[in-house]
């Protein structure tokens, strides 16, 4: 019989007689094949529900909003203030605030803000990719078993990694890999005060990511400056040069098309038709990497029509300044006078001749310095010499690239290099849309100097909405002074007196504010406190294999690179650390994800990771790093932290969040470290170990730093909200802003750039009331340009820039990097996710194919047998991968274009498409010596790049 | 059709179509139609089967059993595909119903009208045992007024259904529903749907007309 | 006949194919079981196929009034909803073997597969973006198919909602719906679509496909308010347009259709003798009413670009984004609920 049926339950409440019985709903147990379904039947009917649009209703409701936004680099659209709804404990979803100010009534607001990735990351922190427990490696490394470990397990295992390094090898050896998820906030403070107490390796990873703009940094002596997104409302030209703002820039992209409709044009300069050609006024195609020869002629333009701006070129470039025929290098007071200044220049002006080139401001007085002419000089030695200005070398440079000859370099038509050309001259205000595109090509260098080059020409920057622009980058200054509130006081009064003549000595040689702290930065570097990540990887990676043939494929190498970085090192022009030879022996992956970032990163496995005895990955979710970790610990997402985050000028706001919710055991980063910290302190007074030697043989304490740490246990292990507000009120840019009216809206308005050295290159104001322009203080209050020239700097004479005649920007061919193959694997970010974090997340994958994809034009795909959706092999010298391929007739011919930050376990075989990009190191870049070559914080150190890979694809 | 009375009946046997007691009953051959086009209530419906063919379902066998407190239509058809709505937006699922006058006079054609509804028991495959009571009152009018009261089962195999469609003779509910009584003579229709052809709602077959249906009286006035 | 009605205008030149405006109605509605596979708002890249695929060629709507057959799309054509083995590549230990897949069958089309490819020939490629939502239209196809009277058009904002309780899954209006703009609820058995957010409307704050759109380019409000963007932008300036008028539904979503630059011709030069975007394709788009839409939004963009003004550009440009949303403007993080 079966259970649960019989006669009685069946008839419950039967019968016209019995009275109303509350409730009776049915139930269904599975049904047996053949049998009749086990029932309890009821003849009365349920009571009515509410009705189906209560269901709506009442689903549109919460019970808490907590104001976050997404702690990850959206690099320029960084960063949009959320309101996250919570229910029932569990964060349900978001929507933007939306609250910003107008910033004045003629410019569009910031309003809403937020993209698509943003408003699913309440699903994403709770898909399958999230971690929950600290895990420590069962297998091989890379094999998938794990064991669950607790926190405390976790910790002291890798104190007790940490403490045998440190006493055995060095302290240098444990490096930490920086990643996308940094922060200004706890997560920062908790990684420098961690590090510097140990005297760990952080590897500076901005070029090595490919976000160097090594060529701006070449011209202008940083790489940091940027407007705010609301100054485009004044461009009546804006150039979308090189990336794809309307993809990589979402929350930004609608100043660009209301600019349009208040009267801008937009052009844009690409080699395929990209999502930013669509609402573009104008596309102008151009060959992928050959960008240097299209911006040199239109500077060939403007010479020859005389659309340049003699007054702007005079007094803010070094157009003017005179070179020596002989040597090629500029005249310096050394030259003229023995024992005289190696970084004095010289121009020339009518009435006074040859004299020197003012340093201390950009302001001409009654100088009227000549652009073209030969003059004569006496060097010290009693012999002559003869000089030109970088202008007439400039003419002869660009000589050859008459648009009827560039057109066989870009291929962009020379009618529209004429007009472009002129466009820009005439226009009131032309910009450029920032992208870091450029710096993942071999020769970007070239390309962003002569881009900078044809802007100077024109005049055009300083004005509202006008200028070249470089990396937008805006942060609190509060950090540096949290991680030095950690130091002894006696060492701080040591720290503060050297410096204090260090900066009266240079203020007396006319170092503006920004140029002393850069010279600070370059000091971090040469003391190794900082290390370039870039380096690093080729040293100590042996990333360097990759590019074994760079001589077959770049035919303007002189000689072996190897040579050059040997010479590099010698001459102290580039550092690394550790040094050569000392093998890495820890990693901590910290929010990053180097085995799906580093180009060529099989490389890295097969050299690195043996060196390594213990990989720490911290992060919130699996990735293809962590996979490959010894460790991978749980991190709080971004809503379950307090926290805030650095923005851009394009975004002048600082972004804060609230804890909402908890996830099992992970942990924000400043806790978890707290816990090491910990741990090494208690290893280390259990080891018996009281000090350890330092890299640059000081004795420092061991036994105490977590007491130094924490502050004596000021700042404790949940105590991010309190780090987060000391470093809020450390911060000299943020005046009047207090944390918890910060907490309560989510974004305040920055006061000022501050003086980080990766902020203060904006070198502008930030009014309450007014957008933002870059540059005004250089072009308005005519401060000079932390160059050499003191000036925009076009002509470079270092050594380097010699031998592979880049002294002016050059157009040179991109590289057959990978081999002699007729196609380009060129690249973008992708619109789906912030680098990884979103990429393998269902919801996203939906609205694509769910697999790696990679556009070919028709044609290519036509010729190799390709049809849209087949599986492809993309292959060249190196190594292959597979991918499915997408045909558009938007695409150039000879063009692939595969968007970034696949992870490599979505690849077959786990074979990731970095893993045949060779990432030349192009020598020019390992420079160094003189005044801006010199590596700093985020620049002016070697890149890698990618985007003009050379490969061949076949049907699978 | 004789509604023949089965003395304590347990309601296994009941819902299930390939249960001794139905096997001796026999069964009423029914012809059945497609609901003509020009019928459908809409214009859209109209237009989307001016072309195709209604009603694939042209024969169903129909018998009958109550044990004095539950009525059971046993119905079995051929049907090449056993269809749920499972999967895509394209599968319909294979139904049955039983219709039955709420009032006399009610209208087997129009499905009821006004005043004067009809009732019918409905059976879906992909939801089986949890059926349907439903009341209408012309085309277009019906509403599910109870998904506890009807019960159903149905097996189907090598082409063929067969169904089970119960309720209770009495049912306490707050809606005018079909009441029926043991020796009662009263009416009832049948349609069913093939959702292979994408049959629901007005598309359907049916049998066209009212068919006398006498109940048993309960044994004591007659056979047990 | 309801007595007032809203309505929404995209700009078709803002539209960043961004899809956080499909993201967001994701995230609120339709998370429930049955609801996975549903996008009640799309974008796709046009030309091409969309979602469902070929929905434009599925029949539905009317023809001269008369009730048209239409196709059922399946869920192949809407693409089905991707799980993934990302346990078993995390965790599986299965080292380099493992790698992240679509569980199942393998697609062959998805709600947004043909993204960024679009039409014509290198250097002359074309294509833009085209969000949708169910048009709730004044004369819906849908509402006039359903035997049970299961649609309904609310009288106070013609916002037109598919009664859950009454509708039993005949899918009748997915056949008729010419715009393909209805799902199916397997698990529910019913018909689910866009609702225009009515929770929301109904405590004053706007849609979140349009309240969340971060390239500003969806415009809500009544159709008769002459203060509010709609009317301004469809009646007084006459620059939005419906889509495939000719379904005959009168929809009221309306399009400020796209300008795409130049093109090029032989010779490499530009040529502007004819739009990059084929007239006829935006003609079988949005009817012949387009080519005089565009003419006019160009003499506008003209004007600014001379240094004057114009008044339907600042509307579109929305100096003040609150003004985009005709009156909806309620910030919902202001609303609190009490438990009942």
């Given at each position: 019989?079966?259970?649960?049926?019989?006669?009685?339950?069946?008839?419950?409440?039967?019968?016209?007689?019995?009275?109303?019985?509350?409730?009776?709903?049915?139930?269904?147990?599975?049904?047996?094949?053949?049998?009749?379904?086990?029932?309890?039947?009821?003849?009365?009917?349920?009571?009515?529900?509410?009705?189906?649009?209560?269901?709506?209703?009442?689903?549109?409701?919460?019970?808490?909003?907590?104001?976050?936004?997404?702690?990850?680099?959206?690099?320029?659209?960084?960063?949009?203030?959320?309101?996250?709804?919570?229910?029932?404990?569990?964060?349900?979803?978001?929507?933007?605030?939306?609250?910003?100010?107008?910033?004045?009534?003629?410019?569009?607001?910031?309003?809403?803000?937020?993209?698509?990735?943003?408003?699913?990351?309440?699903?994403?922190?709770?898909?399958?990719?999230?971690?929950?427990?600290?895990?420590?490696?069962?297998?091989?490394?890379?094999?998938?078993?794990?064991?669950?470990?607790?926190?405390?397990?976790a910790v002291?295992g890798i104190a007790d990694s940490l403490l045998d390094t440190v006493m055995k090898e060095g302290s240098d050896r444990v490096i930490w890999d920086l990643g996308?998820l940094y922060?200004?906030?706890?997560f920062g403070a908790a990684h420098q005060r961690f590090t510097f107490l140990l005297d760990s390796t952080s590897l500076d990873m901005?070029?090595e990511?490919?976000?160097?703009?090594?060529?701006?940094?070449?011209?202008?002596?940083?790489?940091?400056?940027?407007?705010?997104?609301?100054?485009?409302?004044?461009?009546?030209?804006?150039?979308?040069?090189?990336?794809?703002?309307?993809?990589?820039?979402?929350?930004?992209?609608?100043?660009?098309?209301?600019?349009?409709?208040?009267?801008?044009?937009?052009?844009?300069?690409?080699?395929?038709?990209?999502?930013?050609?669509?609402?573009?006024?104008?596309?102008?195609?151009?060959?992928?990497?050959?960008?240097?020869?299209?911006?040199?002629?239109?500077?060939?333009?403007?010479?020859?029509?005389?659309?340049?701006?003699?007054?702007?070129?005079?007094?803010?470039?070094?157009?003017?300044?005179?070179?020596?025929?002989?040597?090629?290098?500029?005249?310096?007071?050394?030259?003229?006078?023995?024992?005289?200044?190696?970084?004095?220049?010289?121009?020339?002006?009518?009435?006074?001749?040859?004299?020197?080139?003012?340093?201390?401001?950009?302001?001409?007085?009654?100088?009227?310095?000549?652009?073209?002419?030969?003059?004569?000089?006496?060097?010290?030695?009693?012999?002559?010499?003869?000089?030109?200005?970088?202008?007439?070398?400039?003419?002869?440079?660009?000589?050859?690239?008459?648009?009827?000859?560039?057109?066989?370099?870009?291929?962009?038509?020379?009618?529209?290099?004429?007009?472009?050309?002129?466009?820009?001259?005439?226009?009131?205000?032309?910009?450029?849309?920032?992208?870091?595109?450029?710096?993942?090509?071999?020769?970007?260098?070239?390309?962003?100097?002569?881009?900078?080059?044809?802007?100077?020409?024109?005049?055009?920057?300083?004005?509202?909405?006008?200028?070249?622009?470089?990396?937008?980058?805006?942060?609190?200054?509060?950090l540096e002074?949290m991680t030095f509130?950690s130091f002894?006081?006696?060492d701080?009064?040591?720290?503060?007196?050297?410096?204090?003549?260090?900066?009266?000595?240079?203020?007396?040689?006319?170092?503006?504010?920004?140029?002393?702290?850069?010279?600070?930065s370059?000091n971090m570097f040469a003391a190794g406190m900082l290390s370039s990540g870039?380096i690093f990887w080729?040293v100590h990676a042996?990333?360097?294999?990759?590019?074994?043939?760079?001589?077959?494929?770049?035919?303007?190498?002189?000689?072996?690179?190897?040579?050059?970085?040997?010479?590099?090192?010698?001459?102290?022009?580039?550092y690394v650390w550790p040094k050569p030879?000392n093998d890495p022996r820890i990693l901590f992956v910290y929010g990053s994800?180097p085995?799906?970032?580093?180009?060529?990163?099989?490389?890295?496995?097969?050299?690195l990771?043996?060196k390594l005895n213990t990989i720490v990955t911290l992060?919130?979710?699996?990735?293809?790093t962590?996979?490959?970790s010894d460790y991978?610990l749980?991190?709080?997402?971004?809503?379950?932290?307090?926290?805030?985050?650095?923005?851009?000028?394009?975004?002048?706001?600082?972004?804060?969040?609230?804890?909402?919710?908890?996830?099992?055991?992970?942990?924000?980063d400043w806790?978890i470290i707290s816990l090491l910290a910990q741990a090494v302190q208690?290893r280390a007074?259990?080891?018996?170990l009281?000090h350890f030697t330092d890299r640059h043989g000081k004795q420092r304490p061991l036994s105490d730093i977590y007491?130094r740490f924490s502050?004596?246990?000021?700042?404790?292990?949940?105590?991010?909200?309190?780090?987060?507000?000391?470093?809020?009120?450390?911060?000299?840019?943020?005046?009047?802003?207090?944390?918890?009216?910060?907490?309560?809206?989510?974004?305040?308005?920055?006061?000022?750039?501050?003086?980080?050295?990766?902020?203060?290159?904006?070198?502008?104001?930030?009014?309450?009331?007014?957008?933002?322009?870059?540059?005004?203080?250089?072009?308005?209050?005519?401060?000079?340009?932390?160059?050499?020239?003191?000036?925009?700097?076009?002509?470079?004479?270092?050594?380097?820039?010699?031998?592979?005649?880049?002294?002016?920007?050059?157009?040179?061919?991109?590289?057959?990097?990978?081999?002699?193959?007729?196609?380009?694997?060129?690249?973008?970010?992708?619109?789906?996710?912030?680098?990884?974090?979103?990429?393998?997340?269902?919801?996203?994958?939906?609205?694509?194919?769910?697999?790696?994809?990679?556009?070919?034009?028709?044609?290519?795909?036509?010729?190799?047998?390709?049809?849209?959706?087949?599986?492809?092999?993309?292959?060249?010298?190196?190594?292959?991968?597979?991918?499915?391929?997408?045909?558009?007739?938007?695409?150039?011919?000879?063009?692939?274009?595969?968007?970034?930050?696949?992870?490599?376990?979505?690849?077959?075989?786990?074979?990731?498409?970095?893993?045949?990009?060779?990432?030349?190191?192009?020598?020019?870049?390992?420079?160094?010596?003189?005044?801006?070559?010199?590596?700093?914080s985020?620049?002016?150190?070697?890149?890698?790049?990618?985007?003009?890979?050379?490969?061949?694809?076949?049907?699978? | 059709?004789?509604?023949?009375?089965?003395?304590?009946?347990?309601?296994?046997?009941?819902?299930?179509?390939?249960?001794?007691?139905?096997?001796?009953?026999?069964?009423?051959?029914?012809?059945?139609?497609?609901?003509?086009?020009?019928?459908?209530?809409?214009?859209?419906?109209?237009?989307?089967?001016?072309?195709?063919?209604?009603?694939?379902?042209?024969?169903?066998?129909?018998?009958?059993?109550?044990?004095?407190?539950?009525?059971?239509?046993?119905?079995?058809?051929?049907?090449?595909?056993?269809?749920?709505?499972?999967?895509?937006?394209?599968?319909?699922?294979?139904?049955?119903?039983?219709?039955?006058?709420?009032?006399?006079?009610?209208?087997?054609?129009?499905?009821?009208?006004?005043?004067?509804?009809?009732?019918?028991?409905?059976?879906?495959?992909?939801?089986?045992?949890?059926?349907?009571?439903?009341?209408?009152?012309?085309?277009?009018?019906?509403?599910?007024?109870?998904?506890?009261?009807?019960?159903?089962?149905?097996?189907?195999?090598?082409?063929?259904?067969?169904?089970?469609?119960?309720?209770?003779?009495?049912?306490?509910?707050?809606?005018?529903?079909?009441?029926?009584?043991?020796?009662?003579?009263?009416?009832?229709?049948?349609?069913?749907?093939?959702?292979?052809?994408?049959?629901?709602?007005?598309?359907?077959?049916?049998?066209?007309?009212?068919?006398?249906?006498?109940?048993?009286?309960?044994?004591?006035?007659?056979?047990? | 006949?309801?007595?007032?009605?809203?309505?929404?205008?995209?700009?078709?030149?803002?539209?960043?194919?961004?899809?956080?405006?499909?993201?967001?109605?994701?995230?609120?509605?339709?998370?429930?079981?049955?609801?996975?596979?549903?996008?009640?708002?799309?974008?796709?890249?046009?030309?091409?196929?969309?979602?469902?695929?070929?929905?434009?060629?599925?029949?539905?709507?009317?023809?001269?009034?008369?009730?048209?057959?239409?196709?059922?799309?399946?869920?192949?054509?809407?693409?089905?909803?991707?799980?993934?083995?990302?346990?078993?590549?995390?965790?599986?230990?299965?080292?380099?073997?493992?790698?992240?897949?679509?569980?199942?069958?393998?697609?062959?089309?998805?709600?947004?597969?043909?993204?960024?490819?679009?039409?014509?020939?290198?250097?002359?490629?074309?294509?833009?973006?085209?969000?949708?939502?169910?048009?709730?239209?004044?004369?819906?196809?849908?509402?006039?198919?359903?035997?049970?009277?299961?649609?309904?058009?609310?009288?106070?904002?013609?916002?037109?909602?598919?009664?859950?309780?009454?509708?039993?899954?005949?899918?009748?209006?997915?056949?008729?719906?010419?715009?393909?703009?209805?799902?199916?609820?397997?698990?529910?058995?019913?018909?689910?679509?866009?609702?225009?957010?009515?929770?929301?409307?109904?405590?004053?704050?706007?849609?979140?496909?349009?309240?969340?759109?971060?390239?500003?380019?969806?415009?809500?409000?009544?159709?008769?308010?002459?203060?509010?963007?709609?009317?301004?932008?469809?009646?007084?300036?006459?620059?939005?347009?419906?889509?495939?008028?000719?379904?005959?539904?009168?929809?009221?979503?309306?399009?400020?259709?796209?300008?795409?630059?130049?093109?090029?011709?032989?010779?490499?030069?530009?040529?502007?003798?004819?739009?990059?975007?084929?007239?006829?394709?935006?003609?079988?788009?949005?009817?012949?009413?387009?080519?005089?839409?565009?003419?006019?939004?160009?003499?506008?963009?003209?004007?600014?670009?001379?240094?004057?003004?114009?008044?339907?550009?600042?509307?579109?440009?929305?100096?003040?984004?609150?003004?985009?949303?005709?009156?909806?403007?309620?910030?919902?993080?202001?609303?609190?609920?009490?438990?009942?």
């Amino acid at each position: 019989m079966a259970a649960g049926i019989d006669r009685r339950t069946f008839l419950v409440g039967a019968a016209a007689g019995a009275a109303t019985v509350a409730i009776a709903y049915w139930r269904l147990r599975p049904v047996e094949r053949g049998a009749p379904a086990a029932v309890s039947v009821v003849t009365t009917a349920p009571p009515t529900y509410g009705d189906w649009r209560d269901v709506y209703r009442e689903r549109w409701a919460w019970d808490r909003i907590v104001k976050s936004t997404h702690f990850v680099n959206c690099w320029y659209q960084a960063h949009c203030a959320w309101n996250v709804y919570v229910k029932d404990g569990l964060v349900w979803r978001e929507e933007q605030v939306a609250a910003y100010p107008q910033t004045r009534p003629d410019v569009p607001d910031f309003n809403p803000r937020g993209c698509q990735k943003g408003a699913c990351f309440s699903e994403r922190m709770y898909d399958p990719a999230r971690l929950r427990y600290p895990l420590k490696r069962a297998g091989e490394r890379g094999s998938g078993s794990w064991q669950r470990v607790s926190w405390d397990d976790a910790v002291t295992g890798i104190a007790d990694s940490l403490l045998d390094t440190v006493m055995k090898e060095g302290s240098d050896r444990v490096i930490w890999d920086l990643g996308p998820l940094y922060t200004m906030g706890t997560f920062g403070a908790a990684h420098q005060r961690f590090t510097f107490l140990l005297d760990s390796t952080s590897l500076d990873m901005n070029t090595e990511i490919g976000d160097g703009h090594r060529g701006v940094g070449e011209t202008f002596g940083k790489i940091v400056f940027e407007r705010s997104a609301d100054d485009y409302h004044f461009s009546d030209l804006i150039l979308i040069w090189g990336g794809n703002p309307i993809s990589t820039q979402i929350p930004n992209a609608h100043f660009l098309l209301e600019s349009r409709y208040n009267g801008a044009q937009i052009v844009t300069i690409a080699p395929d038709y990209s999502p930013s050609s669509v609402h573009a006024d104008l596309w102008v195609p151009v060959k992928p990497g050959c960008d240097a020869a299209l911006a040199l002629s239109m500077a060939q333009v403007m010479l020859d029509e005389k659309l340049y701006d003699p007054a702007f070129i005079r007094e803010q470039t070094d157009l003017p300044l005179l070179v020596r025929e002989d040597t090629r290098r500029y005249l310096r007071t050394s030259d003229l006078k023995a024992g005289g200044s190696d970084e004095e220049l010289y121009l020339h002006d009518p009435k006074r001749g040859v004299v020197l080139v003012p340093r201390k401001e950009l302001r001409l007085g009654e100088l009227e310095p000549s652009l073209e002419g030969r003059f004569e000089v006496t060097l010290a030695d009693g012999t002559k010499a003869t000089v030109r200005p970088v202008f007439e070398l400039l003419r002869e440079r660009v000589a050859k690239y008459v648009p009827e000859q560039a057109t066989l370099l870009c291929g962009t038509p020379p009618s529209v290099i004429r007009s472009l050309a002129r466009r820009i001259a005439k226009a009131k205000s032309a910009c450029t849309v920032t992208t870091s595109n450029f710096s993942k090509y071999y020769h970007g260098n070239l390309i962003e100097r002569s881009m900078a080059l044809v802007l100077a020409l024109a005049g055009q920057y300083g004005k509202k909405g006008s200028g070249f622009v470089g990396f937008p980058f805006l942060v609190h200054d509060g950090l540096e002074k949290m991680t030095f509130e950690s130091f002894d006081l006696t060492d701080r009064l040591k720290i503060l007196a050297g410096m204090l003549p260090k900066r009266i000595e240079l203020q007396l040689e006319g170092y503006t504010e920004e140029m002393m702290v850069y010279e600070r930065s370059r000091n971090m570097f040469a003391a190794g406190m900082l290390s370039s990540g870039a380096i690093f990887w080729y040293v100590h990676a042996g990333l360097l294999k990759a590019s074994e043939k760079l001589q077959e494929w770049d035919p303007y190498l002189k000689r072996p690179v190897t040579e050059v970085l040997k010479e590099s090192f010698e001459k102290g022009w580039q550092y690394v650390w550790p040094k050569p030879g000392n093998d890495p022996r820890i990693l901590f992956v910290y929010g990053s994800n180097p085995l799906k970032r580093i180009r060529s990163y099989p490389l890295v496995l097969e050299n690195l990771w043996p060196k390594l005895n213990t990989i720490v990955t911290l992060d919130w979710r699996m990735t293809s790093t962590g996979q490959f970790s010894d460790y991978v610990l749980p991190v709080s997402a971004w809503y379950e932290r307090t926290e805030h985050k650095w923005v851009t000028p394009l975004m002048p706001f600082i972004h804060s969040g609230e804890k909402a919710t908890t996830y099992y055991e992970a942990k924000s980063d400043w806790e978890i470290i707290s816990l090491l910290a910990q741990a090494v302190q208690r290893r280390a007074k259990e080891r018996g170990l009281e000090h350890f030697t330092d890299r640059h043989g000081k004795q420092r304490p061991l036994s105490d730093i977590y007491d130094r740490f924490s502050q004596n246990g000021e700042f404790g292990p949940t105590d991010d909200d309190k780090v987060a507000r000391k470093l809020i009120e450390n911060a000299s840019n943020l005046e009047g802003v207090n944390w918890d009216d910060l907490k309560k809206n989510g974004f305040a308005r920055f006061t000022g750039f501050g003086g980080s050295a990766v902020s203060i290159g904006n070198a502008t104001e930030i009014k309450p009331d007014d957008t933002i322009t870059p540059l005004t203080k250089h072009v308005l209050d005519k401060e000079p340009y932390p160059t050499l020239s003191r000036r925009m700097q076009f002509y470079i004479d270092q050594d380097l820039y010699l031998e592979m005649d880049e002294t002016l920007p050059i157009h040179k061919d991109p590289p057959t990097a990978g081999g002699n193959y007729p196609l380009m694997l060129t690249g973008g970010h992708t619109r789906w996710s912030i680098h990884a974090a979103w990429r393998d997340d269902a919801l996203m994958l939906r609205q694509q194919r769910g697999v790696p994809l990679m556009y070919i034009n028709v044609h290519d795909a036509t010729a190799r047998g390709i049809n849209d959706g087949d599986t492809v092999k993309v292959f060249n010298d190196l190594d292959s991968f597979q991918v499915m391929a997408k045909t558009t007739p938007a695409a150039q011919r000879g063009q692939l274009i595969l968007y970034h930050a696949w992870e490599n376990f979505q690849f077959a075989g786990n074979k990731g498409f970095q893993n045949l990009i060779p990432s030349p190191l192009n020598p020019v870049e390992l420079s160094g010596g003189q005044f801006h070559l010199r590596p700093m914080s985020i620049c002016m150190q070697p890149s890698h790049t990618d985007r003009d890979t050379r490969v061949e694809v076949e049907r699978v | 059709m004789l509604v023949n009375f089965v003395r304590g009946a347990p309601v296994e046997w009941l819902l299930d179509p390939e249960a001794e007691p139905w096997l001796k009953a026999k069964p009423q051959r029914i012809a059945m139609i497609g609901t003509p086009v020009g019928l459908q209530p809409t214009e859209a419906i109209r237009a989307g089967w001016a072309n195709k063919p209604i009603g694939a379902v042209h024969e169903v066998q129909v018998s009958a059993l109550h044990n004095g407190e539950v009525l059971a239509f046993r119905l079995e058809w051929a049907d090449a595909t056993e269809n749920k709505e499972l999967g895509d937006t394209t599968a319909f699922s294979d139904a049955a119903a039983v219709l039955l006058p709420v009032v006399p006079g009610a209208p087997v054609i129009t499905m009821g009208a006004p005043n004067l509804p009809v009732n019918a028991w409905y059976w879906r495959a992909d939801s089986d045992a949890q059926g349907r009571e439903v009341l209408a009152e012309g085309i277009g009018s019906s509403r599910t007024v109870d998904v506890s009261l009807v019960h159903g089962h149905g097996v189907w195999k090598g082409g063929r259904w067969k169904v089970v469609i119960s309720r209770a003779l009495q049912v306490n509910s707050p809606e005018k529903c079909a009441q029926l009584t043991a020796g009662q003579k009263t009416e009832f229709a049948v349609a069913i749907w093939d959702g292979a052809d994408a049959e629901r709602g007005g598309i359907k077959a049916f049998n066209g007309a009212w068919l006398e249906l006498q109940l048993a009286p309960v044994a004591g006035g007659g056979k047990g | 006949m309801s007595n007032r009605q809203v309505a929404m205008v995209f700009d078709l030149n803002k539209c960043l194919g961004c899809q956080t405006c499909v993201i967001a109605c994701k995230r609120l509605w339709t998370r429930d079981e049955g609801m996975a596979y549903m996008w009640w708002a799309s974008v796709n890249t046009q030309p091409g196929r969309g979602t469902p695929r070929d929905w434009e060629k599925s029949g539905g709507g009317f023809k001269d009034g008369v009730a048209q057959s239409g196709k059922l799309p399946t869920k192949k054509d809407f693409g089905d909803a991707w799980e993934f083995n990302h346990e078993e590549v995390f965790y599986g230990g299965k080292g380099q073997s493992a790698h992240l897949k679509i569980v199942g069958e393998e697609p062959d089309w998805g709600p947004n597969w043909d993204e960024d490819q679009g039409a014509g020939e290198y250097p002359n490629a074309y294509y833009f973006y085209l969000p949708r939502i169910c048009n709730h239209c004044t004369k819906p196809a849908c509402l006039e198919s359903c035997p049970r009277k299961a649609i309904v058009k609310r009288e106070e904002d013609g916002i037109v909602l598919i009664d859950e309780d009454r509708c039993r899954g005949y899918r009748f209006c997915m056949e008729a719906c010419p715009y393909k703009k209805i799902y199916f609820n397997h698990v529910k058995k019913v018909a689910q679509k866009c609702i225009f957010c009515f929770p929301r409307v109904e405590q004053g704050v706007a849609p979140a496909c349009s309240r969340m759109c971060p390239g500003r380019v969806r415009f809500v409000g009544y159709k008769d308010d002459e203060n509010g963007p709609i009317w301004k932008l469809v009646e007084k300036y006459k620059v939005a347009i419906p889509l495939h008028p000719e379904f005959g539904t009168d929809p009221n979503i309306f399009y400020v259709p796209p300008i795409a630059p130049p093109r090029y011709d032989e010779a490499g030069n530009l040529d502007e003798s004819k739009p990059r975007i084929p007239d006829e394709y935006l003609v079988s788009l949005f009817g012949p009413k387009v080519l005089e839409t565009l003419a006019t939004l160009k003499a506008e963009m003209a004007k600014t670009r001379a240094g004057g003004k114009s008044e339907v550009l600042d509307v579109l440009i929305a100096y003040q984004w609150k003004t985009m949303f005709g009156g909806l403007d309620r910030d919902p993080a202001t609303i609190e609920w009490t438990k009942s």
